[in-house]
T-cell receptor, first 117, second 116 residues
Framework: DVKVTQSSRYLVKRTGEKVFLECVQDMDHENMFWYRQDPGLGLRLIYFSYDVKMKEKGDIPEGYSVSREKKERFSLILESASTNQTSMYLC????????????????FGDGTRLSIL | AQKITQTQPGMFVQEKEAVTLDCTYDTSDPSYGLFWYKQPSSGEMIFLIYQGSYDQQNATEGRYSLNFQKARKSANLVISASQLGDSAMYFCAMREGQDSGYALNFGKGTSLLVTP
Protein backbone atom coordinates (compact mmCIF):
# COMPACT_ATOMS: atom_id res chain seq x y z
CA ASP A 1 0.00 0.00 0.00
CA VAL A 2 1.05 3.57 -0.66
CA LYS A 3 2.18 5.38 2.42
CA VAL A 4 2.17 9.16 2.60
CA THR A 5 3.55 10.39 5.88
CA GLN A 6 3.17 13.90 7.22
CA SER A 7 5.60 14.83 9.93
CA SER A 8 3.09 16.10 12.50
CA ARG A 9 -0.61 15.49 13.19
CA TYR A 10 -0.89 18.64 15.31
CA LEU A 11 1.27 21.73 15.31
CA VAL A 12 1.01 25.03 17.18
CA LYS A 13 3.10 28.00 16.09
CA ARG A 14 3.19 31.73 16.66
CA THR A 15 2.44 34.58 14.29
CA GLY A 16 5.49 35.54 12.28
CA GLU A 17 7.29 32.21 12.67
CA LYS A 18 8.62 30.32 9.66
CA VAL A 19 6.84 26.97 9.61
CA PHE A 20 7.85 23.79 7.79
CA LEU A 21 5.40 21.00 7.02
CA GLU A 22 7.06 17.86 5.75
CA CYS A 23 5.60 15.11 3.59
CA VAL A 24 7.24 11.85 2.53
CA GLN A 25 5.87 9.15 0.24
CA ASP A 26 7.31 5.68 -0.21
CA MET A 27 5.95 4.63 -3.61
CA ASP A 28 8.26 6.48 -5.96
CA HIS A 29 5.45 8.75 -7.13
CA GLU A 30 6.36 11.61 -9.43
CA ASN A 31 3.49 13.93 -8.50
CA MET A 32 3.02 15.51 -5.10
CA PHE A 33 0.47 18.03 -3.86
CA TRP A 34 -0.29 20.27 -0.90
CA TYR A 35 -3.89 21.20 -0.06
CA ARG A 36 -5.48 23.06 2.78
CA GLN A 37 -8.89 22.11 4.08
CA ASP A 38 -11.24 24.51 5.82
CA PRO A 39 -14.82 23.82 6.98
CA GLY A 40 -17.34 24.59 4.26
CA LEU A 41 -14.62 25.21 1.66
CA GLY A 42 -13.48 21.68 0.84
CA LEU A 43 -9.87 21.16 -0.23
CA ARG A 44 -7.99 23.92 -2.01
CA LEU A 45 -4.72 23.40 -3.83
CA ILE A 46 -1.73 25.37 -2.61
CA TYR A 47 1.16 23.99 -4.68
CA PHE A 48 2.04 20.87 -6.57
CA SER A 49 5.12 19.30 -8.07
CA TYR A 50 5.50 16.80 -10.89
CA ASP A 51 9.23 16.27 -10.57
CA VAL A 52 12.22 16.99 -8.38
CA LYS A 53 12.92 20.72 -8.16
CA MET A 54 9.77 21.47 -10.14
CA LYS A 55 6.81 23.31 -8.63
CA GLU A 56 3.57 24.81 -9.82
CA LYS A 57 1.27 27.24 -8.05
CA GLY A 58 -2.19 26.09 -7.20
CA ASP A 59 -5.25 28.17 -6.41
CA ILE A 60 -4.05 29.75 -3.15
CA PRO A 61 -0.23 29.98 -3.13
CA GLU A 62 0.05 33.37 -1.40
CA GLY A 63 2.00 33.18 1.84
CA TYR A 64 3.38 29.72 1.04
CA SER A 65 6.36 28.25 -0.71
CA VAL A 66 7.45 24.66 -1.36
CA SER A 67 10.59 22.65 -1.78
CA ARG A 68 11.18 19.35 -3.57
CA GLU A 69 14.84 18.42 -3.39
CA LYS A 70 14.22 14.66 -3.41
CA LYS A 71 11.55 12.68 -5.21
CA GLU A 72 10.02 11.27 -2.05
CA ARG A 73 9.83 14.50 -0.06
CA PHE A 74 7.70 17.60 -0.58
CA SER A 75 7.87 20.39 1.98
CA LEU A 76 5.41 23.22 2.50
CA ILE A 77 6.81 26.42 4.01
CA LEU A 78 4.87 29.21 5.62
CA GLU A 79 7.31 32.08 5.28
CA SER A 80 5.79 34.21 8.06
CA ALA A 81 2.86 32.46 9.66
CA SER A 82 -0.37 34.36 10.14
CA THR A 83 -3.57 33.47 11.99
CA ASN A 84 -5.49 33.05 8.73
CA GLN A 85 -3.22 30.12 7.92
CA THR A 86 -4.69 28.12 10.79
CA SER A 87 -6.06 25.11 8.95
CA MET A 88 -5.79 21.41 8.16
CA TYR A 89 -3.01 20.73 5.65
CA LEU A 90 -3.10 17.62 3.49
CA CYS A 91 -0.30 16.22 1.39
CA UNK A 92 -0.97 13.84 -1.50
CA UNK A 93 0.97 11.95 -4.14
CA UNK A 94 0.17 10.14 -7.38
CA UNK A 95 1.96 8.12 -10.02
CA UNK A 96 2.63 9.80 -13.34
CA UNK A 97 0.76 8.43 -16.34
CA UNK A 98 0.10 10.02 -19.68
CA UNK A 99 -1.30 9.45 -23.12
CA UNK A 100 -4.69 8.44 -21.85
CA UNK A 101 -7.03 9.59 -19.15
CA UNK A 102 -5.33 8.67 -15.94
CA UNK A 103 -7.30 6.72 -13.37
CA UNK A 104 -4.53 7.14 -10.82
CA UNK A 105 -6.00 8.48 -7.61
CA UNK A 106 -4.13 10.77 -5.30
CA UNK A 107 -3.04 9.11 -2.07
CA PHE A 108 -3.26 11.31 1.00
CA GLY A 109 -1.43 11.59 4.27
CA ASP A 110 -3.29 11.83 7.57
CA GLY A 111 -3.10 15.63 7.59
CA THR A 112 -1.53 18.23 9.87
CA ARG A 113 -3.79 20.42 11.97
CA LEU A 114 -1.87 23.68 12.22
CA SER A 115 -2.82 26.41 14.68
CA ILE A 116 -1.19 29.83 14.45
CA LEU A 117 -1.54 31.86 17.65
CA ALA B 1 -16.49 29.37 -10.97
CA GLN B 2 -17.03 26.25 -8.92
CA LYS B 3 -16.07 23.20 -10.95
CA ILE B 4 -17.53 20.65 -8.54
CA THR B 5 -20.84 21.21 -6.77
CA GLN B 6 -22.10 19.08 -3.92
CA THR B 7 -25.48 20.49 -2.95
CA GLN B 8 -26.09 18.40 0.17
CA PRO B 9 -24.10 19.69 3.15
CA GLY B 10 -25.47 16.90 5.34
CA MET B 11 -27.39 13.66 4.89
CA PHE B 12 -28.90 11.07 7.22
CA VAL B 13 -29.54 7.45 6.32
CA GLN B 14 -30.62 4.47 8.33
CA GLU B 15 -28.35 1.46 8.59
CA LYS B 16 -28.81 -1.08 5.77
CA GLU B 17 -30.52 1.49 3.51
CA ALA B 18 -29.03 2.85 0.29
CA VAL B 19 -28.04 6.51 -0.03
CA THR B 20 -27.14 8.74 -2.98
CA LEU B 21 -24.71 11.62 -2.63
CA ASP B 22 -25.00 14.21 -5.38
CA CYS B 23 -22.18 15.67 -7.43
CA THR B 24 -22.35 17.89 -10.51
CA TYR B 25 -19.32 19.14 -12.38
CA ASP B 26 -18.42 21.77 -14.92
CA THR B 27 -15.79 21.34 -17.60
CA SER B 28 -15.33 21.93 -21.31
CA ASP B 29 -12.47 19.41 -21.53
CA PRO B 30 -13.64 16.16 -23.16
CA SER B 31 -11.06 14.21 -21.14
CA TYR B 32 -11.57 14.14 -17.41
CA GLY B 33 -11.77 11.82 -14.46
CA LEU B 34 -14.11 11.89 -11.50
CA PHE B 35 -13.15 10.63 -8.05
CA TRP B 36 -14.93 10.12 -4.77
CA TYR B 37 -13.13 10.21 -1.43
CA LYS B 38 -14.27 9.44 2.09
CA GLN B 39 -12.91 11.35 5.08
CA PRO B 40 -13.75 9.87 8.50
CA SER B 41 -13.48 12.01 11.62
CA SER B 42 -9.88 10.85 12.03
CA GLY B 43 -9.00 12.98 9.01
CA GLU B 44 -7.43 10.68 6.42
CA MET B 45 -8.76 10.86 2.85
CA ILE B 46 -9.70 7.44 1.50
CA PHE B 47 -10.11 6.91 -2.25
CA LEU B 48 -13.37 5.12 -3.04
CA ILE B 49 -14.13 5.07 -6.75
CA TYR B 50 -13.16 6.50 -10.13
CA GLN B 51 -15.03 7.22 -13.38
CA GLY B 52 -13.36 8.33 -16.62
CA SER B 53 -15.19 10.55 -19.08
CA TYR B 54 -14.95 7.96 -21.84
CA ASP B 55 -15.96 5.01 -19.71
CA GLN B 56 -19.06 3.37 -21.10
CA GLN B 57 -20.09 1.63 -17.92
CA ASN B 58 -20.81 3.11 -14.52
CA ALA B 59 -18.02 2.35 -12.07
CA THR B 60 -18.62 -0.01 -9.16
CA GLU B 61 -16.44 -0.95 -6.19
CA GLY B 62 -18.08 -3.24 -3.69
CA ARG B 63 -20.94 -1.34 -2.03
CA TYR B 64 -20.02 1.86 -3.92
CA SER B 65 -21.29 2.67 -7.37
CA LEU B 66 -21.17 5.81 -9.44
CA ASN B 67 -24.25 6.97 -11.32
CA PHE B 68 -22.54 8.77 -14.20
CA GLN B 69 -24.80 10.90 -16.41
CA LYS B 70 -22.46 12.62 -18.81
CA ALA B 71 -25.03 14.79 -20.59
CA ARG B 72 -26.22 16.15 -17.25
CA LYS B 73 -22.65 16.42 -15.94
CA SER B 74 -23.47 14.52 -12.81
CA ALA B 75 -21.55 11.79 -11.00
CA ASN B 76 -23.56 10.73 -7.98
CA LEU B 77 -22.16 8.25 -5.49
CA VAL B 78 -24.49 5.47 -4.41
CA ILE B 79 -23.71 3.56 -1.22
CA SER B 80 -25.76 0.41 -0.87
CA ALA B 81 -26.55 -1.27 2.46
CA SER B 82 -25.17 1.56 4.61
CA GLN B 83 -23.11 0.69 7.65
CA LEU B 84 -22.38 2.72 10.77
CA GLY B 85 -18.77 2.97 9.63
CA ASP B 86 -19.89 4.84 6.52
CA SER B 87 -20.49 7.95 8.64
CA ALA B 88 -17.98 10.45 7.29
CA MET B 89 -17.46 13.40 4.97
CA TYR B 90 -17.58 12.51 1.29
CA PHE B 91 -15.85 14.54 -1.37
CA CYS B 92 -16.35 14.50 -5.11
CA ALA B 93 -13.35 15.60 -7.17
CA MET B 94 -12.48 16.06 -10.83
CA ARG B 95 -9.23 16.00 -12.73
CA GLU B 96 -9.36 17.65 -16.15
CA GLY B 97 -7.07 16.51 -18.92
CA GLN B 98 -5.26 13.25 -19.38
CA ASP B 99 -2.20 13.46 -17.22
CA SER B 100 -2.17 12.33 -13.61
CA GLY B 101 0.00 15.32 -12.82
CA TYR B 102 -2.94 17.63 -12.95
CA ALA B 103 -4.46 18.43 -9.59
CA LEU B 104 -7.92 17.54 -8.40
CA ASN B 105 -10.71 20.07 -7.99
CA PHE B 106 -12.74 19.17 -4.94
CA GLY B 107 -16.30 19.91 -3.98
CA LYS B 108 -17.14 21.21 -0.52
CA GLY B 109 -18.23 17.81 0.68
CA THR B 110 -21.30 16.08 2.10
CA SER B 111 -21.44 14.91 5.69
CA LEU B 112 -23.15 11.53 5.94
CA LEU B 113 -24.51 10.19 9.21
CA VAL B 114 -25.65 6.59 9.35
CA THR B 115 -28.08 5.90 12.18
CA PRO B 116 -28.92 2.52 13.78
Amino acid sequence: DVKVTQSSRYLVKRTGEKVFLECVQDMDHENMFWYRQDPGLGLRLIYFSYDVKMKEKGDIPEGYSVSREKKERFSLILESASTNQTSMYLCASSKRTGGFISNQPQHFGDGTRLSIL
Amino acid sequence: AQKITQTQPGMFVQEKEAVTLDCTYDTSDPSYGLFWYKQPSSGEMIFLIYQGSYDQQNATEGRYSLNFQKARKSANLVISASQLGDSAMYFCAMREGQDSGYALNFGKGTSLLVTP
